[in-house]
């Protein structure tokens, strides 16, 4: 695996859960493989959860770790080919990306959607260049469209935690005060859709998510309709993705406050589990008895993220030695 983006550079996803569930046997087993190894982790935007678990992946597989804020100490940035930069951006992305390469084994990337253009997010313009100018292994770590280290430890926590053999998952919307990126939801359907579960995703009108993740996912508009017979309900909020009206993208259409799952929306599922990826908006999204109940899985999935980054630098680094 040279680069991790999405669902499908893990391949077979129930090899995949395997190794997860190996590496959480005893997640020191590989710690060889990255001696004199140096995991550079770029950060163009705020993180609690990567920031912390890809470090700790990394320092299990053996590697150095160099963490990097780009807008804390250095050189700020300029991101668009044929600029003249007269102004307060002292670096261009296109040497910043080869002088850092030089330094390290392999780079994961935080840079979420910038809603100025849907095509530039769309076409993962920032993390794509680190791809192709770096020369090294490149991993997202949330970029504009997706983030598939939490996708990926979100299939970990329900196939830990399922009670069938194909549960139900249903992926809502739920309001939110500010704008946000569709990067969570979209590797999330990612996933789902490749995994051994009933999928369906449940939001107003005009939040549908692109096709490209949506793919043959059961789209329900009447969230309560969704949540009945649910087993696992993961909330999220995310900003219009602009499929049916591109000027659009990124707004906040409503903040219909009907879609926070709260005690009366989970009585409605199979005694469901609640999960989300973090932070979370609490009264928002979800209500405090329905996150700090016994069925909120929100602290097991966060504990996953660094098995599912140590799977993902494992096989990174494996490409190494290739
Ligand atoms: N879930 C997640 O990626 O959290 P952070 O933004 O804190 O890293």
Not at 51 to 64: E, H, I, V
Not at 75 to 98: C, F, Q, Y
Not at 307 to 317: E, F, H, M, N, Y
């Given at each position: 695996?040279?680069?991790?983006t ?9 090899v ?15 710690e ?8 550079l982790?770029i ?28 807008n804390q ?6 991101t668009e080919?044929g ?11 296109l040497?910043a990306?080869?002088v850092?390469?030089q ?11 910038r809603?100025?253009?849907r095509?530039d997010?769309?076409?993962?313009k ?6 192709r ?11 504009a ?33 500010k704008?946000l ?9 990612d ?11 449940t939001?107003?009108?005009?939040y ?11 789209v329900?508009?009447?969230?309560r309709k969704?949540?009945e ?6 909330a ?18 409503l903040k ?7 005690a ?7 005694n ?6 973090l ?10 008895d329905v996150?700090e ?21 494992k ?8």
């Amino acid at each position: 695996m040279k680069t991790y983006t999405n669902v499908f550079d893990l391949g077979n996803l129930d090899v995949a859960l395997k190794e997860a569930f190996e590496i959480k046997k005893n997640r020191y087993q590989f710690e060889q493989l990255g001696h004199h190894k140096t995991c550079l982790l770029i950060f163009f935007n705020n993180s609690l959860r990567t920031r912390l678990s890809t470090q700790k992946a990394a320092r299990n597989l053996g590697m150095d770790v160099i963490v990097l804020d780009v807008n804390q100490g250095a050189w700020k940035l300029e991101t668009e080919r044929g600029v003249v930069m007269d102004g307060d951006k002292s670096e261009h992305l296109l040497e910043a990306i080869p002088v850092m390469s030089q330094y390290c084994d392999m780079i994961g990337v935080r840079s979420f959607a910038r809603f100025e253009s849907r095509e530039d997010d769309y076409t993962e313009k920032i993390l794509n260049q680190f791809i192709r100018y770096s020369g090294k292994p490149v991993f997202s770590m949330e970029a504009a469209t997706g983030h598939p280290l939490q996708a990926f430890a979100d299939l970990i926590t329900i196939e830990e935690n399922k009670r069938t053999d194909r549960p139900k998952v249903v992926l809502t919307w739920a309001p939110h005060p500010k704008a946000l990126p569709q990067a969570v939801p979209n590797s999330f359907a990612d996933f789902m859709n490749e995994a051994n579960v009933d999928f369906v995703i449940t939001h107003p009108k005009g939040y549908e998510l692109d096709p490209k993740f949506v793919r043959g996912a059961r789209v329900e508009y009447d969230q309560r309709k969704a949540f009945e017979g649910a087993d696992f309900i993961y909330a999220k909020n995310w900003s219009c993705p602009g499929v049916s009206n591109p000027a659009d993208y990124g707004k906040v259409l409503l903040k219909d406050m009907s879609w926070t799952v709260d005690a009366e929306h989970m009585s409605w599922t199979n005694n469901a589990f609640f999960m989300h990826c973090l932070p979370v908006r609490r009264n928002m999204i979800v209500t405090d008895d329905v996150i700090e109940a016994p069925t909120s899985l929100v602290i097991p999935e966060a504990a996953n993220r660094e098995i599912s980054a140590t799977v993902v630098l494992k096989r990174l680094l494996e490409s190494l030695v290739q």
